[in-house]
């Protein structure tokens, strides 16, 4: 992400008394946008906990009306859906809107473990904000990140996560991030500065001119009504 980027996070609950088990996927989608969900938002991450009956997860999740998020501009990302389902053995509909930016996850009964994929795979997610990657993922990274977000507790998610990262100096990458184009920021940064002193200066040379003038202007006055009152006297 660049430094000027946002990225706002929203989580809401549609517990299943919110919508009859029944329903049509029109209402279904009414009951989710109820809760809080702002289709038009930008820059924006919202997670739906669909709450509903474990027996029934998947047709739950498979009534939501693709065509109805398509017609706001979300696509349907299915390898999203493919890979929560085979991981945490969850339902879940992933819609992304390259426009706003903006990615909507409806996940039937949101878990723990669905919790650790979606942090696992938030550069899939948001592929606008993460465009200088790698042309394939490692495999040794993919093989230990698959091993920790399976983890259910999350203080052991914490510590295993924390491990990961002191193997791969993710510290020492982001201070080299934040240093890319220091050097020509300085010499932008110095040059307005001199700019600014060089127009301060002109202005004060400006304002020195206009009280010389009128400086003058008086002692010329002044010498003038000397001369006349000089003048007057030795008529």
Not at 39 to 61: M, P
Not at 90 to 97: H, I, L, T
Not at 112 to 127: D, N, R
Not at 130 to 138: I, L, T
Request: aromatic share 8%; charged share 30%; glycine share 2%.
């Amino acid at each position: 992400m660049k430094q000027e980027d946002s990225l706002h996070l929203t989580v809401t609950d549609v517990p299943s008394s919110s919508y009859d088990v029944d329903c049509s996927g029109e209402a279904l989608l009414s009951a989710i946008f109820a809760s809080g969900v702002d289709a038009d938002a930008h820059d924006r991450i919202t997670v739906v906990n669909l709450q509903c009956s474990f027996q029934k997860t998947e047709e739950t999740i498979g009534k939501i009306d693709d065509a109805a998020l398509t017609a706001k501009g979300f696509e349907l990302d299915a390898t999203r859906v493919t890979y929560i389902k085979q991981q945490a053995k969850s339902d879940a509909k992933f819609y992304r809107n390259p426009q706003t930016r903006a990615v909507l996850i409806i996940v039937a009964n949101l878990s723990v473990v669905v919790w650790h994929l979606l942090a696992a795979s938030v550069c899939k997610l948001l592929p606008w904000f993460f465009v200088e990657r790698p042309p394939r993922d490692d495999p040794e990274v993919i093989a230990v990140l698959n091993s920790i977000v399976m983890q259910e507790n999350a203080n052991e998610f914490r510590r295993l996560m924390a491990e990961a990262a002191r193997k791969y100096d993710f510290r020492s990458a982001g201070i080299r991030k934040q240093l890319e184009g220091f050097e020509r920021k300085y010499d932008e940064d110095a040059l307005r500065r001199t700019e600014e002193a060089i127009q301060m200066a002109l202005e004060e040379v400006k304002q020195s001119r206009v009280r010389f003038r009128a400086a003058s202007a008086e002692q010329m006055q002044k010498k003038r009504e000397e001369l006349a009152q000089s003048a007057e006297k030795q008529q």
